[in-house]
């Protein structure tokens, strides 16, 4: 399925964009009650909508990002019209992503997202680089949703802690259907 180019956009501007400062160790919770997750940004994250028409109906997309220092962390989801091929999805939107901000991955590894007990959703982990720093990607598909969670950690800077605090603190809270 062809993605909207927000998600895209918007990490290859934010990259290239200055940098905000949030306070050392204050970080937000954004819950996302459409979007059916929640997580911890290092500052307020950014939030916009795109939506395309295609004849089945509207995809619509939705991107929240924070860009504090060298860290960039976002969680985009798109809801299709459409069934969408749960391993071709997973596999694009990783290739779309890595295209649109030039990097190349580096690692990918198909895993299960745990959304709670016995409940396993379709995941891809992903690393890609390019010349100013690493990318860490996590692509998961629910039914006619997929959701991409990205940090971006400049060259030269060690945010592995807040990288996985980021990661770690996204949960999905309800069934999109």
Known sequence: M???LLLSLVFVLASLAVS???PSGNWIAQVSTP???TALFPIAPKETTETK???Q???VSHMFMALSGDLL???GYTDYPVDIDVE???ALDRDNFAKAVSATVSSTQRRGFTRGPNDQLPALDFTATRDNGTFKGLVIVENRRAYIIITFNRKGSD???DIERFFTSFKLTGKKS
Do not use: P, V
């Open 2 to 4: 062809r993605r909207c």
């Open 73 to 75: 962390c976002g969680i």
């Open 159 to 161: 945010r592995t802690a």
């Open 53 to 55: 028409t295609i004849e």
């Open 88 to 90: 071709k999805e997973l």
């Open 35 to 37: 979007g059916s997750f």
């Open 57 to 59: 109906g509207d995809i």
């Open 20 to 22: 905000q400062t949030a």
